[in-house]
């Protein structure tokens, strides 16, 4: 295949065929994610929406990528990442000490459930089919790993007697590589062809195990070359587990906690797997062994992560800026003009300061009040875009000055009050709505793309990717590649467009969502654009308190219901990172659901990517949405 | 091997495709001697579902006419439950034209298991089990105009089996006929909704595919493409992962465009995601599914050849276009997974369908050209 004109169009690793090309784009920062302490010693279970880097991840621990790894450790793109997996003890000088096995869970074994067979005898189908795989896909890496010919070198692979084992059957141990290769092929072969058979059943001939006793025949002390293992360390890595049944994967996750296996085990699942049940409640499986679970997405936002993400992201995208084989570029930043610094810009909002200072002084009249904030603006050194800013910030305090002072004595407030009330908060709004009256661009910059991620990796690729795409354009056109803020924010509202007309397509019960974030969103503008910004920069997402939520948790059961279909719609938009939720967040007394809208979706609704602003709603209240969409109170708002 | 060897033993190389009046004419001469028919055609909102029986009841002849009407439920949220009326207008119609002329039952497929799972592909195939389920029958006729993939693949898959595997001493084996009713501009308006979150192989094509044994093995994908399916590509993309992208294009065609306007519509994806090498199309014939049972077959046959000194290939194929072209695909699957290709048809389901605003337009029905596929029988046999 050809090499990619724009990088950036490689969202998933799956799509990025090359190993070289792989680790040229893998940034290191992704391991991040991962713990510290008993990183070889549990179960992990990796969980996030699509595109939240999963995949990824364990594709690096894999025999092929570490050995490329190894080879091109002197490279500059690929020396932090080799640092970083030799202080995780996954690679040395001497070359890979971990044997990565990935096994994708999305293949059949789902379909085993529809056989007619009672449970006990699915469940020795399903062991039996994960044990030839993961021997199958163990065998092939560790045939990688010493450099030999697939599958004629597996004959050089011994396995040793498993102590106090369990037999598997139609296996004898000790063996060579290659009757264990036979085995583990004619037990795979009977399944498939049984799946795949338009005729009579015959599945009770099927080969089936009582146990996953693959991860012990596979351990660094059994599976051997010339008396040695094959590694010091084995990771087995089950990818896509959300696409086991519910049971299976019960099953499975309880097999590997009680796997007595020196092998290491990570599981990755996307949200699916959890019921609307789990969704609502985040999944907690409290007080299990494979309760340690990471979170991507959650991982990045919380706990003042925010800028360490941001990072990863434009690390990321120059990685693949580099890549590009259509215009030579270092930075993707230099592709993004960052700021209303230019002549258009400034003109516009120089000849709109007469404007707003009009306005001000119209909204003070004759009060003496407000005199000193008046002359400190009016005597205001800058550029036009900050006496603007400062101007509109004005207005805004004046306001909520004005709704609060209404019975209080008309003394003068001074500047160091001014200067108290004038927060960041307050001038982030008084931005966001110069930019909606004066029709300025909002949404451009590396910093402003990377929070419209919503702290999804492959979310950001897609919106990076379309403006990387105008770059290259206009590369190969000879025209400047830093592209305008005016078209970063057209680019990205057509990207946005996209996103919203294609939710009905993507997500499950998609038409619900959408009724759901149109409301969440149209009543989020109506409570930011108030004239007194009163949750200033403003609002982008809603509260449900927690014991509403428990109500909601209930309703599963009902179908049909509101709350019922309420329940569904927030659980579906979860699942695809369309509302990001913070559970149990105290505030006001209470314990509150906060569910944001996914940043993209702020640009639809003209709202600030800041966290924070968020509502109180009711069960009752986000039912009544969900049918009938948002109606406003009776307020003046700026819209 | 020569290049016209996968032509030499192709089953389909000859074959009895009619359209329009050709079809009604068919029918008639067809029906001229006493002939017992079952009928298989979908319960649905489709204002198709009608055509094919009409056209067939029309032409007379002698003998016993069963109708089945196969009912599918897409799950409680199905966009689809919006047009339940028109479900019962389609079935009403269907009442008054076998009123007095057949018999009509109704066979229900459960599209969902009590978990949640799509299992509607396994059900189709087991609304027959034996040959002694057909066997009564002169001619089986599967309308597939009110029926989705994942049903009317498995279904006509299970019949072929069923016909193909039964010992010639147990009687004549019925003819098998496919029909289908194409408009267009009526499945322009009928749009997927709620497409599934990832793609699978549709039953009974794809298990050996998943091989791990095999999983070093090449794959090669042939999607036939059709309009607004971005969203399937990509997840059906994302199951086979695959080493080589051979799409098929539609032309000639009615529109001269069409494969034109296919490459605009997906060039972002397929030449700067998937990384498409523009050698790679095929090209059949947008009417006639037959011409894409052969171009599908003769890439399969060299890629093979020229993937021989790795172990072979995989070959997936999805049906992306109308449902005429999708019967060349079954075809194509059907016949290599009898020559024990590694084959696969990978799919993806939506939760239901959404009609646009040109239905009820009232002229849809009209605007429909019914095609008739005889793909089993005497007219194959010496």
């Known amino acids: 295949m050809r090499e990619p004109r724009n990088p950036f169009r490689l969202r998933a690793s799956e799509h990025i065929e090359s190993d070289a090309t792989f680790l040229r784009l893998f940034e290191p920062a992704m391991l991040d994610v991962l713990p510290n302490e008993e990183l070889w010693e549990r179960v992990y279970i990796l969980r996030s929406a699509p595109g939240g880097g999963k995949t990824s991840l364990m594709r690096l621990f894999t025999p092929q990528v570490l050995m490329t790894l190894h080879a091109y450790r002197g490279r500059e793109e690929c020396r932090e990442l080799y640092s970083r997996l030799q202080d995780l003890g996954v690679i040395g000088e001497a070359g890979p000490r971990l044997l990565g096995v990935m096994l994708s869970c999305s293949r059949n074994y789902a379909t085993l459930a529809d056989l007619a067979l009672d449970e006990a005898r699915k469940e020795r189908l399903l062991y039996g089919l994960l044990n030839a795989r993961v021997v199958l896909a163990a065998l092939r890496g560790a045939v990688a790993l010493k450099r030999l010919e697939y599958p004629a070198g597996v004959e050089r692979l011994t396995v040793e007697a498993i102590p106090q084992g369990e037999g598997l059957p139609g296996l004898g141990l000790p063996c060579k590589g290659n009757v264990l290769y036979e085995w583990a092929k004619k037990v795979e072969a009977d399944v498939c062809d049984a799946l795949d058979s338009f005729g009579p059943s015959h599945y009770h001939a099927l080969p089936g195990h009582d146990v996953l006793a693959s991860l012990r025949l596979i351990a660094p002390d059994i599976l051997t070359l010339d008396g040695n293992p094959i590694a010091e360390r084995v990771l087995v890595m089950f990818d896509d587990v959300h696409k086991l049944t519910a049971g299976q994967r019960e099953k499975l996750l309880a097999a590997l906690i009680e796997s007595r296996a020196s092998v290491s085990t990570w599981v990755a699942e996307r949200f699916e797997a959890l019921s609307t049940d789990q969704m609502l409640s985040s999944g907690a499986t409290a007080g299990r062994d494979y309760d340690r679970v990471i979170p991507l997405e959650q991982f990045w936002r919380e706990g003042g992560k925010k800028q360490r993400f941001e990072r990863l992201l434009i690390n990321i995208a120059d990685r693949r800026a580099r890549a590009a084989t259509a215009v030579e570029m270092d930075s993707f930043a230099s592709c993004l003009q960052a700021s209303l610094e230019g002549a258009p810009w400034q003109d516009r909002m120089a000849s709109a300061v007469k404007d707003v200072s009009d306005r001000v002084r119209s909204l003070v009249g004759n009060s003496p009040r407000y005199q000193e904030w008046l002359s400190a603006r009016e005597t205001m050194k800058g550029t036009a875009s900050e006496i603007l800013l400062g101007w509109r910030t004005l207005e805004i305090l004046i306001e909520r000055d004005k709704r609060k002072a209404q019975a209080s004595f008309d003394f003068a407030l001074s500047t160091e009050e001014l200067e108290h009330r004038e927060g960041s908060d307050v001038q982030a709004a008084a931005e966001l709505f110069l930019a909606r009256e004066l029709r300025l661009p909002y949404y451009f910059g590396p910093s402003r793309l990377a929070g419209l991620a919503s702290s999804n990796i492959e979310q950001f690729l897609r919106l990076a990717g379309d403006q990387f795409e105008e770059a290259v354009s206009a590369a190969l056109l000879r025209k400047p590649t830093d592209l305008p803020p005016d078209r970063q924010e057209a680019i990205i509202r057509r990207a946005v467009d996209q996103l919203w007309e294609e939710i009905p397509q993507r997500v499950a019960n998609g038409g619900e969502v959408r009724k759901l974030l149109q409301a969440v969103g149209e009543f989020a503008k109506w409570a930011t654009y108030q004239p007194n910004a009163p949750y200033s920069p403003g609002v982008t997402g809603i509260a449900v308190s927690m014991t509403d939520r428990d109500r909601l948790r209930q309703q599963r059961s009902a179908p049909g219901t509101p709350a019922f279909h309420l329940a569904r719609a927030i659980a579906c938009a979860i699942q695809h990172n369309l509302l990001e939720p913070f559970l149990d967040y105290r505030v006001k007394g209470d314990r509150w659901m906060v569910l944001y809208l996914n940043r993209a979706l702020c640009v639809r609704f003209a709202l600030p990517l800041h966290y924070g602003g968020f509502r109180e709603q009711t069960v009752a209240e986000l039912c009544q949405w969900l049918e009938h969409g948002f109606r406003p109170r009776k307020e003046p708002t700026l819209i | ?382």
């Open chain 2, 1 to 382: 091997m020569s290049v016209a060897e996968p032509l030499a033993t192709a089953r389909w190389r000859n074959y009895v495709m009619e359209s329009g009046d050709g079809l009604e004419s068919f029918w008639r001469t067809h029906f001229r001697q006493e002939r017992h028919v079952l009928f298989i055609l979908g319960k649905g909102f489709d204002p198709r579902a009608c055509l094919g029986l009409r056209s067939l009841l029309e032409a007379g002849g002698a003998g016993r006419r069963d109708i089945m009407a196969v009912e599918f439920d897409e799950g409680p949220s199905s966009p689809s439950k919006a047009y339940r009326p028109l479900v019962e207008e389609n079935w009403t119609a269907l009442q008054a034209l076998v009123e007095g002329r057949a018999t009509l039952s109704v066979r229900v497929v459960r599209i969902w298991s009590d978990d949640g799972r799509r299992i509607g592909a396994r059900s189709a195939a087991a609304l027959f089990s034996t040959f002694g389920d057909v066997s009564g029958y002169t001619d089986i006729v599967v309308d597939i105009s009110a029926l989705p993939r994942g049903i009317y693949f498995p279904l006509i898959a299970k019949i072929l089996h069923l016909l193909d595997t039964t010992p010639e001493n147990t009687g004549r084996r019925p003819n098998l006929h496919v029909v289908v009713a194409e408009n267009p501009l009526l499945d322009r308006c009928i749009q997927d909704d709620g497409i599934d979150e990832t793609a699978a192989y549709l039953h009974p094509f794809g298990a050996s595919l998943e091989m791990e044994a095999t999983a070093d093995h090449p794959k090669v994908w042939i999607p036939v493409l059709g309009e607004r399916q971005g969203t399937q590509l990509v997840r059906i993309y994302d199951l086979v992962m695959p080493d080589e992208i051979a799409p098929v294009l539609p032309s000639p065609s009615v529109n001269p465009r069409r494969s034109d306007d296919l490459l605009l519509e997906y060039r972002e994806l397929l030449f700067d995601r998937l990384r498409v090498e523009p050698s790679n199309f095929i090209y059949a014939c947008e009417r006639n599914p037959f011409e894409v049972y052969r171009q599908i077959g003769r890439a399969v046959f060299h890629y093979r050849e020229a993937l021989q000194p790795l172990g072979g290939c995989k070959v997936v194929l999805s049906a992306l276009s109308t449902k005429l072209l999708s019967v060349g695909t079954l075809l194509v699957a059907y016949e290599l997974k009898q020559k024990r290709v590694e084959i696969g048809v990978a799919h993806v389901e939506c939760q239901g369908y959404t009609i646009g605003a040109a239905r009820g337009g009232g002229g849809s029905q009209a605007d429909s050209e019914l095609f008739g596929l005889w793909i089993a029988g005497e007219c194959y046999e010496p």
